[in-house]
Protein backbone atom coordinates (compact mmCIF):
# COMPACT_ATOMS: atom_id res chain seq x y z
CA UNK A 1 0.00 0.00 0.00
CA UNK A 2 1.37 3.44 -1.14
CA UNK A 3 2.33 5.83 1.81
CA UNK A 4 0.39 9.07 1.52
CA UNK A 5 2.08 12.32 2.57
CA UNK A 6 0.82 14.03 5.10
CA UNK A 7 0.83 18.13 3.74
CA UNK A 8 3.34 20.37 5.53
CA UNK A 9 1.08 22.81 7.73
CA UNK A 10 1.00 26.65 6.52
CA UNK A 11 3.43 28.89 7.93
CA UNK A 12 1.98 31.24 10.37
CA UNK A 13 1.47 34.78 8.98
CA UNK A 14 3.61 36.90 10.50
CA UNK A 15 2.55 39.48 12.90
CA UNK A 16 2.36 43.26 12.21
CA UNK A 17 5.18 44.65 15.08
CA UNK A 18 3.24 46.89 17.64
CA UNK A 19 4.68 50.03 18.14
CA UNK A 20 5.47 51.31 21.56
CA UNK A 21 2.78 53.00 23.82
CA UNK A 22 4.31 56.14 23.30
CA UNK A 23 3.63 55.93 19.40
CA UNK A 24 -0.19 55.58 20.25
CA UNK A 25 -1.90 58.46 18.75
CA UNK A 26 -5.36 57.46 19.53
CA UNK A 27 -5.68 58.93 22.83
CA UNK A 28 -3.88 62.31 21.83
CA UNK A 29 -6.76 62.71 19.13
CA UNK A 30 -9.01 62.43 22.07
CA UNK A 31 -7.33 64.59 24.69
CA UNK A 32 -8.41 68.21 25.39
CA UNK A 33 -6.61 71.60 24.47
CA UNK A 34 -5.59 71.64 28.42
CA UNK A 35 -4.03 68.02 28.40
CA UNK A 36 -2.53 68.90 24.91
CA UNK A 37 -0.44 71.86 26.14
CA UNK A 38 0.72 69.70 29.46
CA UNK A 39 2.10 67.11 26.97
CA UNK A 40 4.00 69.78 24.82
CA UNK A 41 5.28 71.21 28.42
CA UNK A 42 6.68 68.09 30.19
CA UNK A 43 10.05 67.32 29.74
CA UNK A 44 8.72 62.99 29.18
CA UNK A 45 6.82 63.66 26.50
CA UNK A 46 8.55 61.75 23.59
CA UNK A 47 9.06 64.13 20.07
CA UNK A 48 6.32 62.01 18.45
CA UNK A 49 3.68 63.19 21.37
CA UNK A 50 4.35 66.62 20.94
CA UNK A 51 4.74 66.65 17.27
CA UNK A 52 1.10 64.73 17.66
CA UNK A 53 -0.19 67.81 20.05
CA UNK A 54 1.08 70.35 17.97
CA UNK A 55 -0.84 69.16 15.01
CA UNK A 56 -4.15 68.62 16.99
CA UNK A 57 -3.88 72.05 19.08
CA UNK A 58 -4.41 73.42 15.61
CA UNK A 59 -6.91 71.29 14.31
CA UNK A 60 -8.77 72.54 17.60
CA UNK A 61 -7.50 76.02 16.92
CA UNK A 62 -7.00 76.39 20.72
CA UNK A 63 -6.24 79.85 21.49
CA UNK A 64 -4.45 79.68 24.81
CA UNK A 65 -1.77 76.93 22.90
CA UNK A 66 -0.27 80.05 21.16
CA UNK A 67 2.77 80.57 23.86
CA UNK A 68 3.59 77.52 24.06
CA UNK A 69 3.22 76.34 20.22
CA UNK A 70 5.39 79.65 19.17
CA UNK A 71 8.00 78.38 21.79
CA UNK A 72 8.58 75.94 19.54
CA UNK A 73 9.07 77.60 16.27
CA UNK A 74 12.95 77.24 16.98
CA UNK A 75 13.48 73.91 17.39
CA UNK A 76 14.65 71.83 14.36
CA UNK A 77 12.17 69.25 14.88
CA UNK A 78 8.98 70.31 15.76
CA UNK A 79 9.13 73.76 13.61
CA UNK A 80 6.65 72.08 11.31
CA UNK A 81 4.50 70.76 13.89
CA UNK A 82 4.53 73.83 15.79
CA UNK A 83 3.49 75.71 12.39
CA UNK A 84 1.00 73.41 11.46
CA UNK A 85 -0.52 74.08 14.66
CA UNK A 86 -0.50 77.84 14.67
CA UNK A 87 -1.64 78.68 11.23
CA UNK A 88 -5.00 77.54 11.34
CA UNK A 89 -5.70 79.72 14.64
CA UNK A 90 -7.62 82.62 14.18
CA UNK A 91 -6.21 85.10 16.78
CA UNK A 92 -3.67 87.79 16.20
CA UNK A 93 -1.58 86.32 18.75
CA UNK A 94 -0.03 84.16 15.99
CA UNK A 95 0.57 86.56 13.71
CA UNK A 96 2.55 88.35 16.72
CA UNK A 97 4.14 85.38 17.43
CA UNK A 98 5.31 84.36 13.09
CA UNK A 99 6.51 88.13 13.03
CA UNK A 100 8.96 88.15 16.31
CA UNK A 101 9.87 84.67 15.04
CA UNK A 102 11.77 86.42 11.73
CA UNK A 103 14.00 88.30 14.10
CA UNK A 104 15.45 85.15 15.61
CA UNK A 105 15.55 82.39 12.81
CA UNK A 106 17.93 81.68 10.38
CA UNK A 107 17.64 79.40 7.34
CA UNK A 108 15.25 76.27 6.88
CA UNK A 109 13.58 77.33 9.86
CA UNK A 110 13.39 80.90 8.97
CA UNK A 111 11.56 79.98 5.66
CA UNK A 112 9.13 77.68 7.29
CA UNK A 113 7.77 81.14 9.29
CA UNK A 114 8.17 83.00 6.21
CA UNK A 115 5.96 80.43 4.77
CA UNK A 116 3.55 80.15 7.52
CA UNK A 117 2.97 84.16 7.25
CA UNK A 118 2.41 83.49 3.60
CA UNK A 119 -0.28 81.41 4.47
CA UNK A 120 -2.14 83.77 7.04
CA UNK A 121 -1.30 87.16 4.67
CA UNK A 122 -0.68 88.84 7.61
CA UNK A 123 -0.27 92.65 6.10
CA UNK A 124 1.83 94.01 9.47
CA UNK A 125 4.37 91.76 7.75
CA UNK A 126 5.32 93.29 5.24
CA UNK A 127 8.00 95.75 6.24
CA UNK A 128 9.74 92.81 7.90
CA UNK A 129 9.50 90.60 4.64
CA UNK A 130 10.89 93.40 2.40
CA UNK A 131 13.56 93.80 4.58
CA UNK A 132 14.32 90.40 4.22
CA UNK A 133 14.59 90.50 0.29
CA UNK A 134 18.19 91.70 0.91
CA UNK A 135 19.00 88.49 3.28
CA UNK A 136 21.96 86.43 2.35
CA UNK A 137 20.28 83.53 1.93
CA UNK A 138 18.83 83.26 -1.32
CA UNK A 139 16.00 80.69 -0.14
CA UNK A 140 14.97 83.40 2.17
CA UNK A 141 15.01 85.93 -0.24
CA UNK A 142 12.37 83.82 -2.71
CA UNK A 143 10.27 83.05 0.36
CA UNK A 144 9.80 86.38 1.20
CA UNK A 145 9.29 87.37 -2.38
CA UNK A 146 6.50 84.85 -2.88
CA UNK A 147 5.18 86.21 0.93
CA UNK A 148 4.70 89.74 -0.15
CA UNK A 149 3.21 88.81 -3.47
CA UNK A 150 0.53 86.48 -2.05
CA UNK A 151 -0.41 89.41 1.12
CA UNK A 152 -0.51 91.96 -1.82
CA UNK A 153 -1.00 95.62 -0.84
CA UNK A 154 0.24 99.24 -2.47
CA UNK A 155 3.51 98.68 -0.44
CA UNK A 156 4.55 95.66 -1.14
CA UNK A 157 4.10 95.98 -4.76
CA UNK A 158 6.10 98.85 -4.59
CA UNK A 159 8.84 97.37 -2.87
CA UNK A 160 8.38 94.18 -5.60
CA UNK A 161 8.59 96.48 -8.50
CA UNK A 162 11.66 98.09 -7.01
CA UNK A 163 13.22 94.69 -6.87
CA UNK A 164 12.70 94.04 -10.46
CA UNK A 165 15.17 96.43 -11.53
CA UNK A 166 17.92 95.10 -9.07
CA UNK A 167 17.54 91.41 -9.45
CA UNK A 168 18.43 88.43 -12.03
CA UNK A 169 17.89 85.05 -12.79
CA UNK A 170 15.53 82.78 -10.67
CA UNK A 171 15.20 85.64 -8.30
CA UNK A 172 13.38 87.75 -10.46
CA UNK A 173 11.41 85.42 -12.11
CA UNK A 174 10.58 84.88 -8.27
CA UNK A 175 9.51 88.82 -8.26
CA UNK A 176 7.85 89.01 -11.62
CA UNK A 177 5.64 85.86 -10.13
CA UNK A 178 4.80 88.28 -7.04
CA UNK A 179 3.83 90.55 -9.09
CA UNK A 180 1.64 88.95 -10.80
CA UNK A 181 -0.27 87.03 -7.66
CA UNK A 182 -0.34 90.49 -6.98
CA UNK A 183 -2.64 91.56 -9.43
CA UNK A 184 -4.86 88.87 -8.76
CA UNK A 185 -4.99 90.06 -5.29
CA UNK A 186 -6.43 93.11 -6.48
CA UNK A 187 -8.80 91.87 -8.33
CA UNK A 188 -10.29 89.54 -5.16
CA UNK A 189 -10.12 92.55 -3.40
CA UNK A 190 -12.05 94.41 -6.09
CA UNK A 191 -9.46 96.83 -7.60
CA UNK A 192 -9.53 96.21 -11.05
CA UNK A 193 -7.87 98.61 -12.27
CA UNK A 194 -4.92 98.73 -9.85
CA UNK A 195 -4.87 94.92 -11.42
CA UNK A 196 -5.36 95.99 -15.14
CA UNK A 197 -2.31 98.55 -14.62
CA UNK A 198 -0.12 95.62 -13.04
CA UNK A 199 -0.88 93.66 -15.09
CA UNK A 200 -0.16 96.09 -18.07
CA UNK A 201 3.28 97.16 -15.94
CA UNK A 202 4.16 93.42 -16.71
CA UNK A 203 3.75 93.29 -20.12
CA UNK A 204 6.91 94.93 -20.84
CA UNK A 205 9.73 93.16 -22.15
CA UNK A 206 12.46 92.72 -19.92
CA UNK A 207 9.77 91.23 -17.78
CA UNK A 208 10.15 87.15 -17.84
CA UNK A 209 8.56 85.86 -20.78
CA UNK A 210 6.77 83.58 -19.03
CA UNK A 211 5.23 86.30 -16.57
CA UNK A 212 4.52 88.63 -19.42
CA UNK A 213 2.55 86.05 -21.22
CA UNK A 214 1.04 84.92 -18.08
CA UNK A 215 -0.01 88.85 -17.55
CA UNK A 216 -1.31 89.31 -21.48
CA UNK A 217 -3.64 86.34 -20.91
CA UNK A 218 -5.17 87.89 -18.00
CA UNK A 219 -5.86 91.21 -19.35
CA UNK A 220 -7.36 89.41 -22.02
CA UNK A 221 -9.39 87.54 -19.68
CA UNK A 222 -10.41 90.29 -17.80
CA UNK A 223 -11.23 92.73 -20.89
CA UNK A 224 -13.34 89.64 -22.37
CA UNK A 225 -15.03 88.89 -19.25
CA UNK A 226 -18.76 89.74 -19.03
CA UNK A 227 -18.85 90.58 -15.97
CA UNK A 228 -16.27 93.33 -16.43
CA UNK A 229 -17.93 96.76 -16.03
CA UNK A 230 -19.37 98.86 -18.30
Known amino acids: MAQQNTPAPAAAKPQPPVPPAEFHEGAIEKMSAADLIAILKSSSSSEFQKSKACV ?7 KEAVPVL ?5 SEHL ?7 LEPIADPAVDDALRAALLKLKGNLLIGVINSI ?8 GPALIRLMSDSDADVVRAAIAALGSIGGDENVKALKAALT ?3 GLTRLAVADAVLVSAERYLQNGKRTEALDLYAYLGSPE ?6 LAAMN ?9 NRPR
Open 56 to 62: RLGELGA
Open 70 to 74: ASFLS
Open 79 to 85: NVYARYG
Open 118 to 125: NKRRDAKA
Open 166 to 168: KTN
Open 207 to 212: IPKSVR
Open 218 to 226: SIIREETSV
